[in-house]
């Protein structure tokens, strides 16, 4: 097939199918670069379900990126209580510090600005590029990676083939509408290009993907090994002395940084 007419028809039909079962979600419902980052943000590592309740309620606390730059770090954990992976609020804090203070309280509009923040990759950028200010940037999150590798049979190392999917992904975006093409992507890795028992037959590009062609499609993308997850003993001890507990704060990097404990060996 025509490259021109094969991407034509993936922005077509992929549109098409996004307007009648794109998932209905609060961050959708707001062009705010801030509310849109912090949805960014928290959905990195952590799926969609558990994010809703969390987002509304960071809102709700830090309604504006001046109310987030102003608050104690200590006031922005405990909003983020259970969401895990803490690094994220605090360059969350952080990020919101130097936009109010450097930038006169604007979010850059361009990639280079925005990726010079703490706790903001490329592919978190080109999200608040897209769904923010409709700028046609690439996402690369784990849905879209999925979708791409199968949709056109990519595998190989991570380094060749994130280079090969950036491309990709710059290139099928249809001028003007960067933002719903890109949720639309989104969707399609999380609705129905899972990751086992990808539902083929109710995909909108099943007729184009080269995976599904194969007969294979859960080979793509390529399976990467997985890192040896660490075990740490440690004792702890419960000092109490005249009704009062005493409690010590972590290093503000590494395992569970920041987060408060007893004293322990």
């Not at 039909?13 to 009648?20: P, S, V």
Request: hydrophobic share 40%; net charge positive.
């Amino acid at each position: 097939m025509d490259p021109i007419i094969q991407k034509n028809k993936i922005q077509d039909r992929l549109l098409q199918w996004f307007e009648k079962n794109g998932r209905d979600l609060p961050w959708r419902k707001t062009q705010d670069p801030y509310a849109i980052w912090a949805s960014e943000i928290m959905l990195q590592q952590t799926q969609v379900a558990t994010v809703i309740p969390y987002y509304q309620e960071f809102l709700k606390s830090f309604p504006t990126i001046h109310h987030l730059a102003k608050a104690d770090l200590s006031e922005v954990l405990k909003v983020w209580e259970g969401l895990g992976y803490y690094s994220r609020a605090r360059n969350l804090h952080r990020a919101s510090q130097i936009v109010v203070n450097h930038l006169k309280g604007k979010i850059p509009e361009n990639l280079k600005d925005l990726i010079s923040l703490p706790g903001i990759g490329r592919s978190t950028a080109g999200a608040i590029l897209s769904f923010a200010y409709n700028k046609e940037a690439p996402i690369l999150d784990g849905n879209i990676k999925r979708v791409l590798s199968r949709l056109f049979a990519i595998s190989g190392s991570k380094a060749r083939t994130e280079k090969i999917l950036w491309g990709i992904s710059e290139s099928l975006i249809p001028k003007g509408h960067s933002n719903p093409f890109n949720q639309a992507l989104m969707d399609l890795g999380s609705m129905l290009c899972i990751s086992k028992d990808p539902q083929c037959p109710r995909c909108p590009l099943c007729h184009l993907c080269k995976a599904k062609a194969s007969g294979t499609p859960e080979r793509y993308p390529s399976k990467l090994a997985k890192k040896k997850i660490s075990s740490i003993t440690a004792i702890s001890a419960v000092i109490q002395k005249g009704g009062r507990v005493l409690v010590n704060q972590r290093p503000p990097v590494g395992l569970l940084g920041g987060l408060w404990e007893f004293p322990n060996w």
